[in-house]
Structures are given as C-alpha cells and as structure tokens.
C-alpha cells in the first residue's frame, strides 16, 4: 500500500485508544501524531503541512465540538473526522453543522476510519492550493468541464447508464471520466469522491 503524504491529527484523552488508532494509521500507511487534548492540538499543530484533525467529541477542557469551531477559523483546509460513542449523535449533528465532514461511531470499522482519513488529507492536499477560491471555481480548476459534470451527477448518485444518458456519451466514456475523477483527486471508491464533494464545500 502507498504511503498517504500528509498527517493524521488524532485527539484524543484515553492514552490506550489514542495509541490503538494511531498505530492503526500507521499500520495503513498513514502517518499520525497523537494528542492528549484540544488544547494540546492547538498549542503544537503549526498549520502546515496536508492533513486532518480525528477527534474524540468528549474531551477534559475543551470538548470536541469547540475544537471544531477552532480548527474551522484557524485551519479552514483541514478537514475534521468526529469520533462519538453510543448516545452521542446530537453533539455529532452539532459537529456536522460546525463543518465536521463526517463522523464515525464508535466502535466503528478500522477500515472505515483509514479511508476516510486517506480522503481526507487527500482533499486536505488539493483545497490548500485553492484555498482562495469559492467552493464552485475551486473544482472547475481541478477538473475538466465534463469532469465536474460526471463529478457532480457521482455525488447525486447517478449510475454509469443514467450519467451516459443525461450527458449524450457513453458508457465507456463516463468510466473514463469516472477513472480520471479517481486519479486527480486520489479517490479509492464512490464514498471517497462524495467525501471530497464535502470538503470541496466547507
């Protein structure tokens, strides 16, 4: 497996669950670095650099729903993946709305939280040399027209027949366009590319 250029941020406060995923990261070919708290992030996280931020939203201090606020003003192309337990899931719709792009529950799939991270700094990679531009001029520089096209009827969940039907080509030229989407934008499935529609939107 390829090394993901770009680091994981992880956050959070149970030192035996923080060094499992980052050992998991790590054992995916994702490179990570571990934080105790929020504050901890805040103080060491330079801005530089792809990535993304994987917090726990229970947090001493600081909780997660505040970091999210921090991180959206001071780091706007790091994206944030929220990590919640059973009984969580208003605070994960407040972290949504706070511009988290996705959250997981624990306890949730290792391979899950690997492609999401991948996506991730993946997108983390291409926003932070458009981070100038609207959300919509953003992805036209990336793509090509038609691209943006397949791109967007992708995230509306058009299959390959229906796409080559409202766009007059055909289907081999949609999964070339489909194949091309995957490449400029380091997208291992369907997911990644609506997860990096998301980024591309915050």
Known sequence: MATTYGVAHVVDDEPEVLESIRHLLIANC?????????????????????G????????????GLRLIEQVR???????????????????A??????QAIEFLQKPFNPADLC????????ASRQLSRTAHLSPDTRLSKLLTPREYQVF??????????????ALGISNRTVESHRANLRHKLGAESVADL????SYCRH
């Open 194 to 197: 609506v997860l990096f529609h």
């Open 30 to 50: 994702i490179e990570s670095i571990g934080y105790s708290s929020a504050e901890a992030f805040l103080e060491q996280f330079d801005g530089t650099g792809p």
């Open 93 to 98: 719709r407040s972290a949504m709305k706070r």
């Open 52 to 63: 993304c931020l994987i917090t726990d939203l229970r947090l001493p201090g600081m909780d």
């Open 152 to 165: 967007n009827l992708i995230v509306d969940g058009f299959n390959t027949h229906q796409m080559s039907e």
């Open 115 to 122: 492609s999401t991270a991948r996506a991730a700094i993946v």
């Open 73 to 91: 003003q001071r780091f706007p192309v790091l994206p944030t993946i929220v990590m919640t337990g059973y009984g969580d899931i208003n605070k």
